[in-house]
């Protein structure tokens, strides 16, 4: 029989613990900022704005200070005023609930009397909405799709639908197969505990062990004396249950990850696998147009990093120090294989602009060496 898998710091379930969506529109990755507005509504209010992210690591925005009575302060009217020329709208059907993402807690959703910021605000959502219904119209204002949706309190408003995602109660979501594929996984390979890192293809700094364990592993390790304090998977779990952790943790890293998962739902997980497999073939293409084998065979490949052969004239160190001009830089082969090898990452963050702009290094590079 299947064992149940107890889940202490799984990567699933932190997406679990992090927004329970599972994302169906794809928009660009936003950053709040603070915008007036002539209602009476919470001091911390965000409104939004849409930056371009390459290959970046995303920053935690510390939320304003709340006031000392909690109560709502009347802010100065907005300096803007709605334009003449109003965005065109496209009709739409009515859909949702979708919740509130990449706000952090503090923080509201500002509601619009119209599409965009010139608009004041009437109304707002907060950052933990999950019934957000949207009535169908959209229009776009700039680089940002703005969305008419139901007030809180009736009525209509626009909202920018870069901080919507389609909402999935987490009984559901832990009822998806792509949940229940990974227990079965984990069950079908004989895998007890499974461990990972904050780094990597979750573009993170280092810091963070996330694991998942399952039943059997978890009744093993109530009979093991002597169990320590790190990992001991017993006392973890009697914390997690009280959604606390036995020890100090490192809380940075802990937010930036939350914001991170909300970044990666954003995305879509199987757009992000898509981009990170594409760039894994784009390399693969471009070591073997070099002529330039890859160290794993074929059907042993990472989707996520590619190793190739080098030749022994290929210097990597002078290589990094070309790339230094193009803010970029090539890991080196490890022990044995460092000066035989090197490695293309293709995960996290990292785009195809970025790949390209890599190897387009190597092509303005090598031919004065005779490569």
């Known amino acids: 029989m299947k064992s149940k898998v107890v889940v202490l710091v799984s990567l699933v379930m932190l997406v679990v613990l992090s927004s329970c969506n599972l994302v169906q529109e794809q928009e660009p990755i936003v950053i709040p900022t ?19 992210f390459t290959n970046t690591v995303p920053v935690v925005l510390p939320s304003l200070t709340p006031s000392a009575t909690g109560a709502s302060l009347p ?33 509201v959703l500002n509601i619009r009397s119209g599409p965009g910021v010139a608009y004041p605000v009437t109304a707002y959502f907060p950052a933990t909405a999950t019934t957000v219904m949207r009535t169908g119209p959209s229009a776009t204002v700039g680089d940002a799709t703005w969305v008419e949706v ?22 559901s979501f832990c009822a998806s197969t792509a949940v ?25 700094p280092p810091g963070l062990a996330l694991c998942g364990v399952n039943e059997r592993a978890m009744e093993r390790a109530k009979n093991v004396p002597n169990r320590g304090w790190y990992f001991d998977f017993v006392l973890l779990e009697k914390h997690r249950t009280k959604d ?35 760039m894994a073939q784009r390399s693969t293409q ?16 990472s989707q996520t ?8 004239e290929f210097d990597c160190a002078d290589f990094n120090k070309f790339l230094a001009q193009r803010n970029l830089r090539l890991a080196n082969g490890y022990g044995d294989l460092k000066g035989k090898t090197f490695r293309i990452a293709h995960m996290g963050e990292i785009q195809m602009a970025d790949l390209e702009n890599l190897l387009a290094g190597f092509d303005e590079y090598l031919p004065g060496k005779g490569l």
């Open 150 to 171: 139901t007030k809180p309190s009736g009525g209509t408003g626009w909202v920018n639908a870069h901080f919507l995602t389609e909402y999935v109660a987490p009984a």
């Open 180 to 204: 229940t594929n990974l227990i079965a996984k984990m069950d079908a390979w004989g895998i007890d505990v499974l461990f990972t890192s904050s780094q990597k293809c979750l573009a993170l």
């Open 305 to 312: 990093l590619t190793v190739v052969t080098n030749p022994p």
């Open 75 to 107: 802010l100065p009217s907005p300096t803007r005023t709605a334009t003449t020329g109003a965005p065109a709208t496209v009709p739409g059907s009515p859909s949702g609930p979708y919740g509130v993402i990449l706000t952090v807690p503090t923080d």
């Open 244 to 278: 606390s952790t036995p020890m100090t943790p490192a809380m940075s890293l802990i937010f930036a990850l939350d914001y991170q998962l909300d970044r990666i739902l954003a995305e879509g997980l199987e757009n992000r696998f898509a981009r990170h497999s594409a």
């Open 286 to 301: 471009w070591a073997e147009a070099k002529g330039w084998p890859l160290l794993a065979p074929e059907g042993f490949r």
């Open 34 to 52: 603070l915008m007036p507005t002539n209602t009476s509504i919470p001091t911390n209010t965000v409104e939004v704005v849409t930056p371009t």
